[in-house]
């Protein structure tokens, strides 16, 4: 068994992460809950979402043996000029809940028409082992959003984004559909070929 580490405390993103990375088989997914130390504080101050992902994976690789996966993403809407962006999780204020950050886009976007609601969910994931960067892959999914929250699966924005191509919503395609398509399953099919490489090697 492979162990690798997710730099986040987030118990869905890791359910997620081990679905998109077979993580109940040959690779061993952890998230900080597991640790046996006290994890590191990481402040997210960066400006991109690749800088976040990358001090996440670096940050934590200096107190864990195995690789590490730092993760960043959020949501980039037009007519926001890419609002919430890296503050995605925070937007409508610190520790908020998924409810309250919908909330507050909705209401952002009250009368912005249809043809004007495009957005792009992104996710950056970097990879890194005792304090040294493996690589960093980015994802990007392109879509609208919708008029009210629609859907009760998934997690963050899910519930507002319709992926192009499609009618529904993240929330309302379930977990299987959704991580064929999402921003975090491209990033991590180029992830999941770096891990791959790297054990080869070891």
Do not use: W
């Not at 730092?70 to 999780?89: C, T």
């Not at 992104?122 to 959003?145: D, P, R, T």
């Amino acid at each position: 068994m492979f162990e690798v580490l997710i730099a986040s405390f987030n118990v869905k993103k890791r359910q997620e992460l081990e679905m998109l990375l077979d993580g109940k088989n040959k690779i061993k997914i952890m998230n900080f809950n597991d640790l046996d130390i006290t994890p590191p504080i990481i402040v997210e101050d960066g400006k991109t979402f690749r800088q976040n992902a990358v001090k996440k994976a670096l940050t934590a690789s200096r107190f864990f043996e195995g690789l590490v996966l730092g993760d960043d993403s959020g949501l980039s809407v037009e007519a926001l000029h890419g609002k919430p962006g890296v503050r995605s999780a925070r937007f409508a204020r610190k520790n908020a809940t998924d409810a309250e950050n919908n909330s507050k886009l909705l209401k952002l976007l009250d009368s912005v028409p249809q043809k004007n609601r495009k957005a792009e969910f992104i996710c950056h994931i970097a990879l890194a082992k005792k304090g040294i960067l493996l690589g960093s892959f980015e994802g990007v999914v392109k879509g609208e959003i919708s008029f009210e929250n629609k859907g009760q699966s998934g997690f963050g924005y899910d519930p507002l984004f319709i992926p192009k191509g499609y009618q529904e919503t993240f929330a309302e395609m379930g977990a299987e559909q959704k991580n064929r398509i999402s921003h975090r399953a491209i990033a991590l099919k180029q992830v999941k070929n770096a891990i791959r490489e790297h054990i080869k090697k070891t």
